[in-house]
């Protein structure tokens, strides 16, 4: 006979007790624990399903990406969906996940895939009203408005679909699991088990998943290991723009990032986001400067701006948004100090324009060039970027992929770059000018006080 472990475990967060108490000793919950058996002893050993093959044997024709049929998600994933593997896309509640993989679901089904689209959190109505909206109809995607874990199965074997999208993880529930949807136990059964069907039937399923106040993926964190590739869709609601990053990515790199706007008839691909962030600038306006940014391997030239206004309060007020605060914090200190710029009773709102977020130090000169030019009035050239990072000594340091970026802001039209002195020879029809110190670049770009 079998000898089993008697143990408590919560219906909550999944953790272990050894005896029963009122509350939870990990989250705190009440309640939550229930007894279960564990079997203890040596398992038995089974012969492997599969034998082991030399490396340089192993067939990779079953693993070769699927194209999604949006150019922009399609960088991201290094060519499309994987058969096999298991996609978790997480964003803020209205960010455009449902849209986005709606498109999805229909280009790959009117490319000739079979595509099932699981709603766990809207009925099939409110999904056909969306796909009508973004003219995404196709006879060979499949709805099912389900949250049993159970019944999505029965689907899978009654569609055998390619593609399967679960929208949400944490929408579906098992109910051999005494806890409720959305619990850590339930997110990570659940995902255990998309996993091990994605596998075994060689579908390429796309799960999505909630995140926190704080921006993080909810659920256990088990739940972004078992999976392959974690994407987060990223976007201001009063900003148009929407970005896709790979934040783990086991069939190619995680530098890509995808960019979108949207728009009535749903998300539209931004081939080119440097012409988008700078359409509406305005020239010869103090306290803008343009900076050549990199987000991942893609180079972003980003406008931004500083405005400094005198204040009689004890402490000045400090504003930074689509930027780093704590970066904003020194860079003021670094101009106060080693630039003779009197910015302590000056209140400082900072930010980078188009709902882009910069937060590399690839855009330190271009922020401090952005304050000194708003505290002396006096507008940067127009054909002017700026490309360095500014250390606590007031020394102007090379950024990586410097190349990259000059070569963007030579294909806009910009005639002029402030660099580091170690910082390679700009592209052709850009002239470098060059400067060691905070204090040489605001005598060279014209802003001394």
Known sequence: ?????????????????????????????????????????????????EAA???????????????????????????????????????EPGVGKSTLLTQVAATMANAGGRVLYVSAEESSQQVRLRAERLDALAPTMWLAAETDLANIVSHLDAVRPDVVVVDSIQAVHDPDIGSAPGSIVQVRECANRFVREAKDRGVAVVLVGHVTKDGALAGPRVLEHVVDTVLSFEGEHHHALRLVRAVKHRFGSTDEVGLFEMAPSGLVAVPDASALFLADRRAGVPGSTVVPALDGRRPLLVEVQALTIATNAPMARRSAQGLDAGRLAFLLAVLERHADLAIGKNDVFALAVGGARVIEPGADLAIALAVASSLVNVALPDDFVACAEVGLGG???????????????????????????????????????????????????????
């Open 53 to 91: 093959v030399p490396i340089v044997d192993v067939d990779m024709a079953e693993w070769k990406a699927r194209p999604t049929g949006i150019g922009e998600l399609d960088r991201v994933l290094s060519g499309g969906l994987v058969p096999g593997s298991v996609t978790l896309l997480g964003g």
């Open 1 to 49: 006979m079998a000898k089993v472990r008697l143990e408590f475990r919560c219906d909550e967060c999944g953790a272990a007790a050894p005896q029963w108490s009122g509350k939870c000793p990990s989250c705190g919950e009440w309640n939550t624990l229930r007894e279960s058996a564990t079997p203890v002893g040596v398992a038995a050993r089974v012969a492997p399903i």
């Open 395 to 449: 020394e102007l340091r090379q950024v990586s992929q410097t190349p990259r970026r000059l070569a963007e802001a030579a294909r806009l039209g910009f005639k002029r770059v402030l660099l580091p002195h170690s910082a390679p020879e700009p592209p052709c029809g850009l002239t470098g000018v060059r400067a060691s110190t905070i204090s040489d670049a605001i005598t060279l770009a014209g802003l001394e006080p």
